[in-house]
């Protein structure tokens, strides 16, 4: 695979929206693998720090809803 933004050889894939990028290209963000409510009523998350991110796709805050899914 080739890097999404120079053409060079990749060395990972964007953990959000699967592009290659290099390393020079290669940014980092958090990935929340899973979220869940306390006995206490707080939400909390299992975040995994530094995933693969390309710096080019726009992961969404908010859920999306999805029209004809029957």
């Known amino acids: 695979m080739e890097c999404w933004h120079c053409e060079r050889p990749a060395h990972a894939t964007c953990r959000f929206c699967g592009r290659a990028v290099c390393k020079a290209h290669v940014q980092e963000m958090p ?4 979220s869940y409510r306390t006995a206490n009523g707080d939400y ?8 693969v991110y390309c710096g080019v796709c726009k992961p969404q805050q908010d859920p999306v809803t999805l029209q004809n899914m029957e």
Do not use: E, P, T
């Open 44 to 51: 909390k998350a299992i975040v995994v720090a530094g995933a």
């Open 31 to 34: 990935y929340i693998i899973h």
